[in-house]
Structures are given as structure tokens and as C-alpha cells.
């Protein structure tokens, strides 16, 4: 297909410490593939298992919307802001890193794992004030739906970061369908499967799978089996 891009499961990036196993759909750390920098304003899709009892210790960041959306597990956070908190399955944590923050994760449990994806998105707007937030959400609102968890307007439905973009969440039973309709002008869609297989305008995606899709305004969604997925809509120029 025109203007689109697929990037396998077992073609991301690699990196295993023992604590933590992060895959990576686009260059980081020691992971570098000239061809896979980001899709537009999404500049990392990692997918990260930290073990019991370890964690990232504190570190910085600046200038970068970050994204943290657990799926299994809980993640203790503290942060140079104040912030102590607890994200779990049905969250989503969001920070504006602006002029700069500091912050930890750490997996408290003894026993189970903590998974969860890692997003990082360019800002439109530099130096702002650093900013957490973080909501539960209802996982009924995504069976057979798309569920809006992120956007650009403090008021709206989900997070909100600085960017023009917008993620939804689906839940889809095996059969079930829905069209997508790009929010944005210069707005392109990635898509990233969790779990089962879904087939978006044609382009089948198995687990773990991303698809990058632009230059359309609307896409079609399938799912060949039961299917969690996340939608991520963008803009393209960075």
C-alpha cells in the first residue's frame, strides 16, 4: 500500500538487562535503525517488562510528551514535581516534561512482572511548565468501541498533551468492524496490536504488530479474532 509502513513484532529492537525487556519499535538507546527514527511526532513505542522488585532510579527528561500506558501489573511513580502514585491496568499516566523533570518507576511487587508500553511524543510547544496527570479508565467503553484516551484539549475525554493528536483504545470481538476517521489535517495513524488480529484497510496486523498509515482521512478496522489494539493519530511533520 501507498504511503504506509509495517513494522513486524519480531522486527523491533531488542534489549534485555536481566531487570528490564524492552522491545522497540523505533530507535532508542542502543537500538538504531536510520529507517525507523519515529512516525511523525510519535518518537517511541516501547514495550517493557520490569521485573519484581526493580525499576528505572531517577532520571530526567525535558521537552518530551511522555505516555505510560501499564497492562499488566502496577508501577510505583515519584517525580521531581511531587507526584507519588500508583499506575496499574485501566490507567494512563501522562507528563509534560517541559523545562525538565526527574523521575522513578519501580515495579513494588515481589512476584509479578509490570508490562507496559512506554510512548514518547514531540511537543508543539517547548519549555512549558512540567505537568503530570493521570486517569482510570473504563475498559467497557472500548469493547467493540474505540475509546478516546488522549487529545490535544484539557477538557476532552482522556489525557491531554501538548500536540495535536489523539489515541483510542479498541476491544474488538472476532467479526466486528469500524471506521476511523483521522481527527487532524497532516494527521497520519499508527497502529499498535496488544493482543489478537486485526486487519486495518486490508493490512493484516498480528500481536504486537505496528502499522503506519497517512495521506488519508479515514481507515477501516477489522478484527480477524478477538483483538485489543491502540490507535495512535499524529501529526506528521515533526
Avoid at 11 to 36: E, V
Avoid at 80 to 108: C, F, K, L, P, W
Avoid at 210 to 229: C, H, L, N, Q, Y
Amino acid at each position: 500500500m501507498k504511503n504506509t509502513v509495517l513494522h513486524k513484532a519480531d522486527t523491533r529492537g531488542l534489549a534485555n538487562h536481566g531487570w528490564l525487556k524492552s522491545q522497540q519499535t523505533f530507535s532508542f538507546a542502543n537500538y538504531y535503525d536510520p529507517q525507523r527514527m519515529h512516525f511523525g511526532v510519535l518518537r517511541v513505542l516501547n514495550d517493557d517488562v520490569v521485573a519484581p522488585g526493580r525499576g528505572f532510579g531517577t532520571h530526567p527528561h525535558d521537552n518530551m510528551e511522555i505516555i505510560s500506558i501499564p497492562l499488566e501489573g502496577d508501577l510505583q511513580h515519584k517525580d521531581s514535581m511531587g507526584n507519588v502514585a500508583t499506575i496499574r491496568n485501566g490507567d494512563i499516566q501522562v507528563m509534560s516534561a517541559g523545562t525538565g523533570i526527574q523521575h522513578s518507576e519501580y515495579n513494588a511487587s515481589k512476584d509479578q512482572p509490570v508490562k507496559f508500553l512506554q510512548i514518547w511524543v514531540f511537543p508543539n510547544k517547548r519549555n512549558v511548565e512540567p505537568r503530570y496527570d493521570q486517569i482510570s479508565l473504563n475498559p467497557n467503553d472500548r469493547h467493540n468501541k474505540l475509546q478516546q484516551i488522549l487529545s490535544p484539549n484539557p477538557t476532552d475525554t482522556g489525557v491531554w498533551i501538548h500536540q495535536n493528536a489523539w489515541f483510542h483504545l479498541g476491544r474488538f470481538d472476532k467479526d466486528h468492524s469500524a471506521d476511523y476517521a483521522v481527527k487532524a489535517k497532516g494527521n497520519g495513524l499508527y497502529v499498535f496490536t496488544l493482543n489478537g488480529t486485526i486487519a486495518v484497510n486490508g493490512q493484516t496486523l498480528n500481536t504486537r504488530d505496528g502499522f503506519g498509515i497517512w495521506d488519508t482521512d479515514k481507515v477501516s478496522i477489522r478484527a480477524d479474532s478477538d483483538a485489543e489494539f491502540l490507535l495512535m493519530d499524529v501529526p506528521m511533520a515533526v
